[in-house]
């Protein structure tokens, strides 16, 4: 492993799997890694130093006062599934870098590697053609042919081509050349409300996630979220509607008579 990698502590799991993810439209992968931690409650294993891949380009003042450059953190964690289910390794990042994507996608893999992990999942959004109030569904992608079928015994749509930015996209690329099995779920973002979080479509992955990973765990809260998050996009399509209105028609009242 890389001297950007700090382990603190290296964990004897069973068959893990990981589940790695970053920001991205709607937030949709960390808001499914971030709950699934905190129902899970994973234990701190390591993290990847930000200094070869983030560079900090201001500063928080507090009263006045000036405070340290701030990094985003990117962290590993595990947890122990038991009762004969796989082991789960959490990879977290707060921010994509700027640059070195690929180089950052590496060094998460080679923790992976290091534990023999035997399949990579992420999470990222689908900008659809959809409304708000839609149950949203979610797409997935493989990284190898004969995953597909697998994927077809759960409630998910094999999309054909499509394109997924960011390293949420990017790590299974790498993940396939270095022979790993990797997963991808994608939920469905309406392209109006693509600068919103989104518990709604981050709910539909998640439903899907643990029944592959074979996880049971409380979704109420994240209910509640989406419920939350479809009022305030309903309000941004009124606000969008109403731009439109006002910059792109006119009153009838206000044309000519040769209209």
Known sequence: MGGDIRLYRRPRLQ???????????????????????QKLAPKEMGEIEPFPYFEPTGVWVANNVVESPQFPESKFYYWKGGQGRGDLIFFIGDAQPLSKGYELAGSVLDVAQAFKV???????????PVHHSEKPKVWAVATQESLLSELKKYPVMLRGDLQIAGLNGLLLGVAKERGLEGI?????????ATRIDNPKASLSVLEVLTQMLGIDIDLTELRQAAVEAEREMKRVAAEAMSHFIDHFTMPYWERGEED
Do not use: D, K
């Open 15 to 37: 068959a893990p799997v990981m589940l790695a993810a970053w920001p991205g439209i709607g937030n949709v992968s960390l808001i499914v890694s971030r709950y699934l931690q």
């Open 118 to 128: 035997g399949r990579v999942y992420t999470c990222a959004a689908a900008i659809a």
């Open 184 to 192: 991808c779920l994608l939920g469905e973002v309406p392209s109006y």
